[in-house]
């Protein structure tokens, strides 16, 4: 695993996965490589209440209940669709699903205005064809027809990036459960087995860019996924994510209880500033997610460690903080800057703690970049 710069779920918890199937003794649905039950498990980490011999760590922080009602959809053979905005964990919950129910989440195709249908369907080896004409051999199998082939979970990121074409040839796949393939004259019909099944993603902030038609929608169950807003629950998510950074890079370097606490209240506030705001020029352009909180906090580890003094400070996080946030000149900065001034400023004499060499940190960041 270490000659990856990052591996998928299933390799990353090989030896997890292949304990808990060892003990696992519930039903499976389909070629299921785990139980419903120990899918959640490996998703949500173990409690004493489970009687396992060992511990799960908690790897998605959110409700149980989407959880579950994304396995309970899986089982049923329909499509899942997990909406929601940037950063709250889509994909990360589509890889873990798919890595504990098939033991492949890299079966996947990438939505955007170029995905065509070959990619969810197949396309041809031209050589091959020139040479022997066409046939099963020489197709190319997408993602998704592999998926089917297998009686696996494939997956389908950013739904509604894709054209409306690519997203119309989905429906005959969720509901035949088989693509014909008309240029052969014989096999020419592939079949899914049981087990298939599509988890799709799709960002909230999307709508309107190609919307899923009302035929589409009906062969999904739709799984929104909230913005975490809890403090404790994002403090996880983050204090999580950091500490598999600082394991892949082999960074011995503390993140201080404060200054995990000044990125979070930093957050909160701006989110609470974007949402009294009369208009989008007073929005900052990021969407503030959890995942741009681990971003802005990995970026200021990384700079302490290769260029300071191998100790994260609040100036060094204000820095991340305004160079990742400031998108749009002049508008985020000025949004930045003035909560700066409006609240960190006030807080830094009120408080104190790391809040000033915060406060001073962000108005340098500031000053350089103007």
Same mark, same amino acid.
């Given at each position: ?145 592999? !998926?089917?082939? @297998? #009686? ?5 990121? *950013?739904?509604?990036? $894709? %054209? ?5 040839? /989905? ?102 500033? !974007?949402?009294? @705001? #009369? ?5 900052? *352009?990021?969407?503030? $997610? %959890? ?5 802005? /906090? ?73």
């Amino acid at each position: 695993m270490s000659d990856l710069l990052r591996a998928p779920a299933e390799i990353k918890y090989a030896e997890e996965l292949d304990w808990l199937e060892s003990v696992d003794d519930g039903p499976k649905p389909f070629a299921w490589r785990l139980s419903p039950k120990m899918v959640r498990l490996f998703i949500l980490g173990s409690e004493r209440a489970d009687g396992l011999d060992r511990e799960v760590a908690q790897k998605w922080f959110g409700d149980r209940s989407f959880v579950e009602r994304a396995i309970v959809t899986l089982a049923s053979d329909r499509g899942l669709l997990l909406i929601g905005d940037p950063g709250t964990g889509k994909s990360w919950l589509a890889e873990l699903l798919s890595a504990a129910i098939s033991r492949n989440s890299t079966l996947v195709v990438q939505g955007t205005a170029g995905t065509t249908e070959d990619q969810i369907k197949y396309s041809w080896n031209v050589s091959m064809v020139i040479a022997k004409g066409q046939s099963r051999e020489s197709m190319i199998p997408s993602p998704i027809m592999t !998926a089917m082939e @297998a #009686g696996a979970v494939g997956r389908f990121e *950013e739904l509604t990036r $894709s %054209t409306s074409d690519v997203q119309d040839a /989905l429906i005959s796949i969720l509901s035949e459960k088989y693509i014909s393939v008309p240029e052969l004259d014989d096999d020419n019909i592939v079949f899914a087995k049981p087990g298939f099944s599509i988890i799709a993603t799709a960002n909230s902030r999307d709508r309107g860019v190609n919307d899923l038609s009302s035929a589409l929608k009906r062969r999904f169950n739709f799984v929104r996924i909230p913005v975490v807003t809890n403090k404790k629950s994002e403090a996880e998510i983050v204090r999580f994510r950091t500490e598999e950074l600082l394991r892949r890079h082999q960074i011995e370097l503390d993140v201080p209880p404060t200054l995990l606490d000044v990125l979070l209240r930093s957050f909160a506030d701006l989110r609470d500033s !974007a949402a009294a @705001a #009369g208009s989008d020029d007073e929005k900052l *352009e990021s969407a503030l $997610s %959890t995942a741009e909180q681990i971003g802005v /906090l990995e970026d200021a580890i990384l700079h302490s460690n290769f260029f300071g003094q191998r100790e994260l400070t609040a100036r060094t996080l204000a820095s991340s903080l305004v160079g990742s946030l400031a998108r749009r000149e002049p508008e985020d900065l000025a949004i930045l800057n003035k909560y700066l001034h409006g609240v960190v400023e006030p807080r830094s004499k009120e408080e104190g703690g790391s809040w000033p060499e915060f406060l001073e940190g962000g108005r340098d960041a500031i000053a350089t970049l103007s």
